[in-house]
């Protein structure tokens, strides 16, 4: 098994590197468009775990533990420049996860990590949708907006879809916090104001996760706010990233 890291757009003289981790059940067309919205100096990379769209079919992660043994080794060649973490739901959790372990091996660490439609994971409460039936599993995906309903309602589709869906969620649902090191990095933490649960009320949490600064933006919309309010958030990205003092990149 493998994790696909590429760039959405080669740009060799960008200033920072940022690699973007999808939500549970997407790949690298969740950030279809981004390269064309974000400025020059800023060279965004896909993080795509195995199973779905050009690798349909190769087995499932379905811990953390097993997506960071091999994500680790796929992102380490690719840090040679200054670099910063993007992850919407499940990717803010893996991009959160990858930057712990990144900073305890004494590799590097992001300019800055943002995270996005996401719980902190010391504030998580435990769930089990991964193993639930196929009709609450389902939805639950439909109360999420996030699939649409020709999608929902084509058995043949979700045959191939549930089984990437189950796994990703599963890797968020096994997890357990505990504790630790604080980040080093800054964090940037997005939401949005209709989103339940990762919403006005928790999301200030992932500043008690690093040392390095926080700040929290909510834009209008539920979970996946990242679709709707896209031009916002990819300007509140791309204005962080401007800000980093070059001598802080290195």
Same mark, same amino acid.
């Given at each position: 098994m493998r994790v696909t890291v590429r760039p959405l757009a080669e740009r060799p003289q960008a200033a920072t590197r940022l690699f973007c981790f999808p939500y549970a059940g997407g790949g690298a067309s969740a950030f279809?468009?981004?390269?064309? =919205?974000?400025?020059?100096?800023? /060279?965004?990379?896909? #993080? %795509? $775990?195995?199973?779905? *769209?050009d690798q349909l079919g190769a087995p499932l992660f379905?811990?953390?533990?097993? #997506?960071?043994? #091999?994500? #680790?080794?796929s992102v380490i060649p690719h840090l040679d420049r200054p670099f +910063?973490?993007?992850?919407?739901?499940?990717?803010?959790?893996? +991009?959160?996860?990858?930057?712990?372990?990144? %900073?305890?091996? /004494?590799?590097?660490?992001p300019t800055r990590l943002f995270v996005s439609g996401c719980v902190p994971p010391q504030a998580r409460e435990e769930t089990a949708y991964h193993a639930g039936p196929e009709?609450? $599993?389902?939805?639950?995906? &439909?109360?999420?907006?996030?699939?649409? *309903?020709?999608?929902? =309602?084509?058995?043949?589709?979700m045959r191939l879809m549930l089984p990437v869906i189950r796994?990703? @969620? +599963?890797?968020? *649902?096994?997890? &357990?916090?505990?504790?630790?090191? @604080?980040?080093?990095?800054?964090v940037t933490a997005f939401g949005g104001t209709e989103d339940d649960p990762a919403?006005? +009320?928790?999301?200030? &949490?992932w500043g008690e996760l690093t040392a390095g600064g926080f700040d929290l933006r909510m834009f209008p919309g539920g979970h996946f706010f990242l679709h709707s309010a896209r031009p916002a958030v990819l300007a509140e990205i791309a204005g962080r990233l401007a800000a980093v003092p070059w001598q802080n990149r290195h």
């Open positions: 279809r468009g981004w390269a064309a =919205a974000l400025p020059a100096d800023i /060279e965004p990379w896909s #993080v %795509q $775990l195995p199973g779905r *769209e379905d811990r953390m533990g097993a #997506v960071l043994n #091999v994500l #680790v080794p +910063a973490f993007f992850g919407h739901s499940m990717g803010a959790l893996v +991009a959160w996860s990858l930057t712990r372990a990144l %900073q305890r091996m /004494e590799i590097g660490s009709k609450e $599993l389902i939805g639950k995906l &439909r109360s999420w907006s996030a699939t649409p *309903e020709a999608v929902l =309602a084509d058995p043949e589709l796994a990703d @969620l +599963a890797v968020v *649902e096994t997890y &357990r916090f505990t504790g630790g090191p @604080l980040l080093t990095c800054p919403g006005t +009320a928790v999301m200030p &949490r």
